[in-house]
């Protein structure tokens, strides 16, 4: 599993709204995750023969580490009592800070993260100020694409 960082919270619907921020903030969907008694999410493709087994299997690939059992027990038993876990899978620093400043201003009940240091992609983004398709625009065209940088 790679890095995450994990909230939970009093509810489906604070859940939800942490989710859509999340997303509208530019987070893919794919890489956030919402769990709760009636949105069970990616838990319910677990291959377990009952729905606490689906949510203990599903926080346990989250957080892996024999230290971390206590993380997926706060989990399985808020979800189980009503509140609602969502998981963000953030690629580099940028969306690691911007990730725990979304979940954190929604009062978490819990808020974990685990192997941050994994992030694969960290550096998808460009360190450079310019583009790659700006060394293929004619330099007359550049103005009229990005009028900022005259």
């Known amino acids: 599993m790679s890095a995450v960082v994990a909230a939970l919270f009093k509810d489906h619907a604070t859940a939800d709204h942490v989710r859509t921020a999340l997303v509208s903030g530019g987070f ?81 009940l819990e808020l974990c993260e685990h192997d941050l240091a994994n992030q694969a992609l960290e550096k998808a983004a460009s360190e450079a100020s310019s583009t790659v398709v700006g060394h293929f625009v004619p330099e007359g065209l550049k103005s009229t694409i990005n009028p900022r940088k005259n």
């Open 28 to 108: 893919a969907t794919d890489r956030v995750q919402l769990t709760s008694e009636s949105e069970p999410g990616q838990a319910a493709l677990m291959p377990s023969p009952s729905k606490s087994q689906q949510l203990q299997d599903y926080f346990t690939q989250i957080f892996p580490e024999s230290s971390e059992r206590e993380h997926v027990r706060a989990f399985v038993d808020g979800v189980q009592r009503g509140n609602a876990a969502v998981v963000v899978h953030p690629r580099g620093e940028i969306e690691t800070r911007q990730a725990v400043e979304v979940l954190s201003s929604s009062q978490p």
